[in-house]
């Protein structure tokens, strides 16, 4: 049913605004009104209390909260003034006596609550001889034990468990148990007593059990108790998570060993939406020691099974770059599972690239792509569609670029000084992207060809036709322009015609030996150790050479800054503009 917002409510409302502006300090309504007796027993003067009920004064008076003299004594823990009091109040009879013993303040505390909570085990014991209500219920739905449970009262729990006390009743609005409470506040001695006499089991409203609050809180001493008691180490809470979960969660490591060496299982799935397991919890988190003692024990199912999620996500999502390094380094796939179904996400790399914004290429990405993740075709668009080159760069100082020779498909993918080669899929997407981004081509070109890219992969129609003058000047001197095809051919011609390319003076001449020669060098050595200081330098040719051969005389080209469409990024620019090239 809808509130109705009536006009009392508006007049409460101001009334409250009234009272917060002028500051009013409402402990006013709360001054010390208890009569002469009650206070005499909160100070526990016995002689004095004795002397006013001689003269007449009642023990029934209450204050402005609805305290008596006996509520006084009893928080107070004076056991003789409660003694007296009682006395007192039995003196009409024994009817009248009980009723007085259990009446209620106007937060529905008895004496023998007031006394449970404060620890007063004689006063408590005292009360129960006159028949105080044991599990009598406060408006905040607690109980003489579950107070005593609370403060830390050992011997008070043990008087009230001894006398019949209720102990599986709820309590508070989370509906938990005595049980619950000792736990999460982490009284083992407690915990020790009332395993004998509660309910293990015992749920909240989330279907929490103790144990679960154990290991959450890590009660180290709690959940040994809990265990060797018999309690469930696998039980599930009403999302599914079990302790293990929570704890590796929590970073609870004592708890984790001790939940593992007793029968947790960390291949339980915690989640109703995808298969969590605990794994994910500590890479989540980043709980580095939980995590290498999970992935010791987790199935690798998660790793790279269909219908599973690696933890490499959850901790690429977090920004973890220690689960990510741990994970990678204990085996974990970079590459993991495509989990566009379960979470809208290709691969980890992917979904830390969504992360790059306008940024430097995170740790996380630089983990990833030395660990060897495949580069889909999203991922170059992060590459190459950009005029920042840091993350292509980071790319070549972990990927070798295959020579022409090995271009075929089922070809092995060897790792040479810590670096992956790119297969035929990887070396296609990257040239599809490449070739659909010309635009930026004087931020890619220099380092691709540098790394050992063929040139004669990029000497397509698209290239030549929509590369702006100097990249074009660039890229054919990587190559015998007097050899290019005719329909190349064509398309240079027609753009000088039209003025839009501007050639070296060289391209209208025979080209000369010594850039034959320094291509053959290229072509012998492959690009990849060409251009490496160390091995042009071992060459029987003279120093002078040694940049010439490295194509160091060619003049760096620069980027003009007119991205094609600056509302869109690079992944929607790309899709908008995309055409499929056929490169090999």
Not at 97 to 103: E, F, L
Not at 197 to 219: K, M, T, W
Request: hydrophobic share 40%.
């Amino acid at each position: 049913m809808l509130f109705k917002y009536s006009a009392v409510c508006v007049k409460a409302r101001d009334i409250v605004a009234a009272c917060l502006t002028h500051s009013m300090d409402f402990t006013e309504c709360y001054g010390d009104t208890v009569s002469s007796v009650a206070a005499a027993a909160r100070s526990g003067c016995r002689r004095r209390l004795r002397r006013l009920m001689k003269s007449g004064f009642s023990v029934h008076c209450r204050d402005n909260r609805g305290w008596s003299a006996l509520h006084e004594a009893a928080a107070a823990g004076s056991r003789d003034c409660v003694q007296d009091i009682v006395t007192a109040a039995a003196a009409g009879s024994s009817r009248g006596c009980r009723v007085y013993v259990n009446s209620l303040t106007h937060e529905g505390e008895s004496a023998c609550y007031l006394a449970a909570k404060h620890g007063h085990v004689a006063v408590v014991r005292l009360l129960l001889k006159a028949h105080a209500d044991i599990n009598q219920l406060t408006n905040d739905l607690s109980c003489p034990l579950y107070a005593a449970v609370d403060g830390g009262h050992k011997e008070v729990v043990e008087l009230l468990v001894s006398k019949g006390a209720e102990v599986n009743r709820t309590h508070t609005a989370s509906c938990w148990t005595c049980l619950h409470q000792a736990v999460y506040k982490g009284h083992g001695e407690i915990v020790s007593i009332l395993v004998n006499v509660c309910n293990l089991e015992a749920l909240d409203d989330h279907r929490i059990s103790p144990l679960f609050v154990a290991a959450q809180y890590g009660q180290q001493e709690c959940l040994e108790i809990l265990v060797n008691a018999g309690a469930d180490v696998n039980t599930q809470a009403a999302d599914l998570a079990t302790p293990l979960l929570i704890a590796s969660q929590e970073g609870h490591q004592t708890c984790v060993d001790f939940l593992l060496d007793h029968g947790a299982d960390p291949n339980v799935a915690c989640s109703q939406d995808w298969p969590q397991l605990p794994i994910h919890a500590a890479a989540e988190f980043g709980h580095i020691s939980v995590l290498r003692r999970l992935i010791a024990v987790t199935d690798r199912t998660c790793d790279r099974g269909d219908g599973m999620v690696s933890p490499l996500y959850v901790a690429v999502q977090r920004n973890q770059s220690d689960s990510v390094e741990t994970l990678l380094r204990e085996g974990y796939s970079p590459d993991a599972q495509d989990c566009t179904h379960i979470l809208g996400l290709r691969s980890p790399l992917s979904f830390a690239l969504c992360f790059r914004s306008n940024k430097p290429y995170s740790e996380l990405v630089r983990l990833l792509v030395a660990a060897g993740a495949r580069l889909g075709e999203e991922d170059w668009i992060h590459a190459l569609a950009t005029d920042r080159t840091d993350l292509l760069q980071l790319i070549l100082e972990h990927r070798w670029l295959p020579r022409p020779e090995t271009l075929t498909r089922g070809c092995s993918v060897p790792h040479r000084d810590g670096k992956t080669l790119l297969k035929l899929q990887d070396l296609r997407e990257m040239l599809c992207v490449a070739l659909n981004q010309v635009h930026f081509a004087a931020c890619w070109l220099p380092l691709l060809l540098n790394a050992g890219l063929e040139p004669s992969l990029l000497l397509q129609p698209h290239m030549l036709e929509q590369a702006d003058s100097e990249v074009l000047n660039y890229l054919l001197e990587f190559v015998n322009w007097s050899t290019l095809r005719p329909p190349l051919k064509h398309i240079l011609d027609r753009r000088r015609a039209e003025k839009t390319w501007q050639p070296c003076p060289q391209f209208d001449s025979i080209t000369s030996l010594s850039h034959i020669c320094r291509l053959q060098v290229r072509f012998i050595l492959g690009p990849d150790q060409l251009m490496r200081t160390n091995v042009v330098q071992q060459l029987p040719v003279p120093s002078p050479l040694h940049s010439f051969l490295q194509f160091k005389d060619i003049p760096e080209v620069s980027f003009q800054h007119s991205p094609p469409s600056p509302l869109l990024g690079p992944i929607e620019g790309y899709r908008s503009t995309h055409q499929h090239r056929h490169v090999l």
